[in-house]
């Protein structure tokens, strides 16, 4: 096949290394003047090499950077485990509000979304005791309408526990608020406004229940400390002792939705 020089040509391979068999991407690029390795998530193990490169070399690059390339390739398969076991599917394990909940999805495509709970039960012969908990989620069985649904029902969730949970602490520490706001913000867990409007994000539910009062007392302390003063953080401690532990949950945590 005919290639112009400024084209890069990609050619699929697999080769062994330690007995063991993988594919990586071979790439002559007119740029390269030497030969690169990376690794990607998407993409795998890629080889650049200059586009007059003797591909009879291949080999002698596998020879001598091995131990990098098995190394690489380890972490790569551990990281793709890693993301599998953090994508929602049946059977998915959920924290919700500190319980322990086994997710199962029914496909019932002709029924509008929703989510149950259901306790499973264990019989004895004197009586029955609750053995866990389940959410099924009615959807038309793709991962994409299951998370939508849960979402829905996660929402509700925690517009019931901030209201009833930040009424209670707002009461302890003898302030006030106005209104509460459920949110889904990627980078923010909290805020409160100059009118004591507090917004509250509604993953954290799925966090450890300390850490998510720890965020309602944040946000309450605000109400009369619109800073991060030492008066604000003395009121947020008094109430929170463990404050600056509990923060490092908040730390870049992985969710299934």
């Not at 993988?22 to 030497?34: D, E, G, V, W």
């Not at 946000?219 to 009369?224: C, G, W």
Request: charged share 30%.
């Amino acid at each position: 096949m005919f290639h112009r020089k400024s084209e890069k040509i990609v050619s699929s391979r697999t080769s062994t290394l330690n007995g063991k068999n993988f594919s990586y991407k071979l790439i002559q690029s007119p740029n390269a003047r030497t030969v690169r390795l990376k690794v990607g998530m998407h993409s795998g193990l890629e080889i650049i090499v200059p586009r007059r490169f003797h591909l009879d070399h291949v080999e002698e690059i596998f020879a001598e950077h091995e131990q990098w390339i098995i190394k690489q390739i380890g972490k790569l398969e551990n990281r793709k485990k890693l993301r599998e076991q953090r994508q929602l599917q049946d059977g998915s394990m959920l924290t919700v509000l500190g319980f322990h909940c086994k997710i199962k999805i029914i496909e019932n495509p002709r029924k509008k979304p929703s989510v149950k709970k259901v306790q499973k039960l264990l019989f004895t012969e004197e009586n029955a005791i609750v053995d866990g908990m389940e959410l099924h989620v009615s959807c038309d069985g793709t991962i994409r309408q299951a998370k939508e649904a849960l979402e829905d029902y996660l929402r509700t969730v925690a517009e019931k526990y901030f209201l009833k949970r930040t009424t209670d602490l707002a009461e302890q520490m003898g302030v006030t608020f106005n209104n509460i706001t459920i949110r889904g913000q990627k980078t923010r867990w909290g805020s409160c406004t100059r009118e004591k409007n507090l917004n509250f994000n509604w993953r954290l539910i799925l966090l450890p229940l300390e850490v998510a009062e720890s965020v309602i007392i944040h946000e309450l302390a605000h109400t009369i400390h619109m800073n991060h003063s030492k008066s604000f953080y003395g009121l947020v401690e008094r109430f929170c002792p463990d404050y600056r532990k509990l923060q490092k949950h908040l730390h870049n945590p992985q969710f299934l939705v």
